[in-house]
């Protein structure tokens, strides 16, 4: 029987430019691979791939990667004039740190980090998009705003200085958009992170407070891994933000799911001892999404996350999480409902 996970290993391998054996000897279904390929983030790669190692798919999944490239064209666009809009404004304290990672596959929702607050940037985003800010319960605790603007692609999920699902990390909110990199994608250049601030991301925004992670999260922390990084810069990251228990769980499941789709380990074996403590569990691929024990993972780390801000004399951090954690437990709730409907 062919299961989820064989689907999972597969698309990991043939994303990764390993085998392709079993796509070549077991024809997918097209409509489960789509909606696999679509949910994980990784739609227009895959159709990518599989035309390179001469696979044509069938006309479900064709049509379906095709109206995916509208949709990245269009959030693309979106990017442009929130980029544009900002310059002109002299709101030039920002950075779009995970809208690229997946590049040519764009979230659903693209992050705008910015240092400027609510009251200066919300007004030139809403004249520049013709939309109004929305502040759920999730964007309030997060210190966050939310723009959707019909046929842009995406929506526009803006940060005001802070990151996290609480919005407890502010000084690495600063220091991320102060070592901003540039860009080029087609013929613009943005604003983007270094790969060691984007592992860092993954560790304290993939696991905190979440169910899952994508497929696309798996892929770009593979490949950003291989083509090398600078693991010092990372650890100084994870530990000065206290997630590095979050960083630690985050890539025993991606260096676990990488075993079982090449068969051999991504971490180097010093880094894995110096990073990978504990024991987190395991993941299940569903729906192009990785999920782990969430209850026991997520409280697990935010304890640690607490003990690291008590730690520090840092009691407003820690205030803002013992008094945060029961509304955002509640606010992501009410989002993914509503996402869901």
């Known amino acids: 029987m062919i299961t989820a996970s064989h689907y999972a290993e597969a698309l990991v391998r043939l994303l990764l430019r390993a085998d392709n054996d079993w796509l070549l000897v077991h024809p997918p279904h097209w409509d489960l691979l789509r909606r696999f390929a679509r949910r994980g983030g990784v739609l227009v790669r895959v159709a990518d791939r599989l035309a390179e190692i001469g696979v044509r798919p069938a006309p479900v999944f064709r049509a379906s990667a095709e109206l995916e490239r509208r949709r990245v064209a269009a959030a693309l666009a979106l990017i442009q004039r929130v980029e544009d809009a900002c310059h002109e404004a002299g709101l030039d304290d920002f950075v ?82 102060r070592s901003r990199r540039r860009i080029t994608v087609g013929d613009t250049a943005f604003h983007t992170a270094a790969p060691e601030h984007q592992l860092v991301l993954q560790g304290m ?93 997520g409280g697990g780390l935010y304890v640690q996350f607490l003990a690291h801000a008590l730690g520090r004399g840092d009691w407003r951090t820690a205030a803002r999480v013992t008094t945060m954690l029961p509304l955002a437990a509640v606010g992501v709730m009410t989002r993914a409902l509503a996402v869901r409907n």
């Open 96 to 177: 779009f740190a995970k809208a690229f990672r997946h590049f040519p596959d764009i979230s659903t929702e693209v992050d705008l980090l910015t240092l400027a607050p609510p009251r200066a940037i919300n007004p030139v985003l809403e004249r520049a998009l013709g939309v109004a800010p929305q502040r759920g319960l999730a964007e309030w605790v997060a210190h966050a705003s939310t723009f959707r603007v019909r046929g842009a692609g995406a929506e526009l999920d803006v940060c005001h200085g802070r990151l996290g699902v609480l919005g407890e990390h502010v000084a690495y909110a600063a220091a991320l958009v």
């Open 205 to 297: 925004l993939r696991v905190y407070g979440h169910r899952s992670f994508r497929l696309a999260d798996v892929i770009y922390t593979v490949r950003a891994i291989r083509e090398g990084v600078d693991w010092d810069t990372v650890l100084r990251g994870a530990r000065a933000t206290g997630t590095e228990s979050g960083l630690s769980c985050y890539l025993s499941y991606v260096d676990r799911i990488h075993q079982r789709a090449c068969d051999a380990p991504l971490l180097d074996p010093v880094v894995a001892a110096a990073l990978v403590r504990g024991n987190w569990g395991d993941t299940v691929f569903e729906n192009g999404h990785f999920g782990f024990p969430a209850v026991r993972v």
